[in-house]
């Protein structure tokens, strides 16, 4: 269920060395290859397990299906726009990036943006190169008591706003995530866009890129800004719709634009480059020796952490296999999984809803990761492509699956203190209920039938169900496996329900052929977990 062992990583950017010699010294076979043509990219990743880049390298559902042993994605930086996440997330292809390399570095060009806008300083240089002298050309502006909107209060919205306070600006901000009690503490007031329009001086835009925010700044925005607003992208091509801003500059609606990104980099538009209000740069916000060595650094022991089963972090597309790297959690997604797997053989289906609920206080929060757990165990064995904790959820969908999870923090049984996993096949008679002993997931309840010794969910099992005052099954099973060189290893039924019971049986195989065994019972079915 968890992705399989690490062996070969391709570097296809330029990085800072540390980020080799950690992954080789992480006992990694490492391919530094920056600069590949899509040709050599798609040649040299057909038999890597890892991948690390930056932002060249595009990343495509192309180069991931020519991928076949592809397990990891890295991204040493923050943005995976260079990456198609659904594509990877479908192959079960897990993204990783690392969200706090370079933030000081974007934060520290975000404010000598603002810097250069307002006193013109590349253009006061460019002027000096050319010969002149251009002292009352460039007149600026003071930053004290000028207002700063900062559109995102992440990580690098937050060191900006701290640095710009510095100068006496005052900062205000927006942010659909961070509340306003979080932001007020590193002195941002959080107001409603269309109260920030018309207030600032300056804006500056920390956003990721989605349809949420793709032309967050446009006509019509711009026309609800103070004219002469000035206007700092260092975050992402597209958030700033770049036609409108260009109309505004034209018509002086913004006073002037700092950008480090474009829609389309390079740009081959140069209208916006060239006009004489327009500071750019080829996108430099994570160019910095410590930044890069940062993000090197942080991308290669995140890797090495995942190949040795230390654990995962900066994870984009699987956090729910970030929680099976977690000793206390590993045996409870086991044990998810199982139950999935017994109740897809039980049910003789793996379409329709099904319902995962958690009891007991322990497993409150166990929802997110035991849910992909359940999916992977209900199609595991089907038609479909391998299905992993990164993409169980999305094949669940489109195999006709619902899974949904409640939780109840009390626990039907008094002795179950560490939780119990009841999974539900809407609909039908099919439930079964499961709990970790130790480290050992094991069955406590199925179709309403306890077993008072629970039964452990590994190996070789034999299921079925048959009259309890029939001891025959068992007698037959006994037979079929003396015959086929077998031996039964372990032994559990549950309580009788109707005249019946279940039995558990632990083999040393699976049986070939059960045709002797089934006129003794009312249903019978095998697996192995």
């Known amino acids: ?16 060395p540390c980020c080799r010699e950690i992954l080789q010294a992480g006992g990694l076979r490492v391919q530094e290859k920056p600069g590949l043509s899509k040709e050599e990219l798609l040649r040299e990743i057909r038999d890597c397990d890892g991948l690390i880049v930056r932002s060249a390298t595009k990343v495509t559902a ?27 997330t479908r192959k079960g292809v897990l993204v990783m990036n690392t969200p706090t390399g370079n933030s000081l570095s974007a934060a520290e060009l975000t404010c000598g943006m603002i810097l250069c806008l ?16 251009d002292r009352k050309k460039y007149m600026g502006m003071e930053l004290n008591g000028k207002t700063l909107a900062v559109l995102g209060l992440g990580r690098i919205g937050r060191e900006v706003a701290t640095r710009m306070q510095a100068f006496g600006m005052k900062t205000i901000g927006y942010d659909p995530i961070i509340t306003a009690d979080v932001s007020a503490t590193f002195g941002v007031e959080q107001l409603p866009l269309e109260q920030i329009w018309p207030l600032c001086d300056f804006i500056t835009v920390h956003t990721p890129l989605l349809p949420s925010t793709t032309g967050l700044l ?30 505004a500059l034209q018509s002086g609606q913004c006073g002037g634009a700092a950008l480090d990104v474009f829609t389309q980099e390079p740009p081959k538009d140069r209208e916006l480059v060239n006009h004489p209000n327009v500071i750019s740069c080829p996108h430099l916000g994570a160019s910095t020796r410590e930044a890069q ?68 206080t322990p497993l ?15 199609l595991a064995g089907g038609t479909q492509k391998e ?23 009390v626990a039907p049984e008094p002795d179950s ?29 199925i179709n309403g039938a306890t077993f008072k010794q629970p039964a452990p969910l590994s190996g070789p099992l034999l299921i079925y169900r048959a009259k309890a005052s029939d001891a025959s099954a068992l007698a037959t099973l006994t037979g079929l496996l003396s015959k086929a060189g077998g031996q039964l290893l372990s032994y559990h039924s549950s309580s009788t329900v109707a005249g019946e019971q279940w039995s558990v049986v632990g083999l040393s195989a699976p049986l070939s052929n059960l045709g002797e065994l089934k006129p003794h019972v009312t249903e019978v079915f095998q697996l192995h977990l």
């Not at 269920?1 to 330029?14: E, F, H, R, T, Y």
């Not at 990891?72 to 260079?82: I, Q, S, W």
């Not at 307002?118 to 002298?133: C, D, L, V």
């Open 118 to 133: 307002a006193r013109q300083i590349p253009q006061a240089a460019a002027s000096m190169k050319e010969g002149r002298w």
């Open 62 to 88: 192309e180069v991931l299906e020519a991928a076949e042993r592809l397990q990891v994605v890295g991204r040493a930086g923050t943005g995976v726009d260079n990456v198609d996440v659904e594509a990877a």
């Open 293 to 360: 060595s940062r993000c090197g650094k942080e991308i290669a022991m995140q890797i090495v952490d995942m190949a040795t089963g230390k654990g995962l972090t900066g994870v984009v597309n699987g956090q729910a296999l970030s929680k099976a790297f977690a000793p206390q959690t590993k045996p409870w997604i086991t044990l998810a999984g199982a139950l999935g797997t017994l109740l897809r053989t039980a049910g003789k289906q793996v379409q329709g809803s099904v319902q995962v609920c958690t009891l007991g």
């Open 218 to 247: 446009n006509d019509s925005t711009f026309a609800k800004c103070r004219r002469g607003v000035q206007v700092v992208n260092c975050a992402r091509g597209g958030i700033v719709d770049e036609g409108a801003l260009l109309r």
């Open 387 to 409: 299905v992993t904790l990164v993409n169980a959820t999305l094949l669940a969908q489109e195999a006709g699956l619902k899974v949904t999870t409640t939780h109840s923090d």
């Open 1 to 16: 269920m968890a992705l399989g062992k690490l062996q070969k990583v391709l570097i296809s950017d330029s990085l800072d």
């Open 364 to 378: 409150k929060e166990a929802g997110s990761y035991l849910t992909p757990a359940v999916a992977v165990g209900m």
């Open 417 to 445: 203190s560490t939780g119990l996993v009841q999974v539900s096949l809407q609909g039908t008679p099919h439930q079964v209920t499961g709990t970790v002993q130790g480290s050992t997931p094991v069955l406590r309840h």
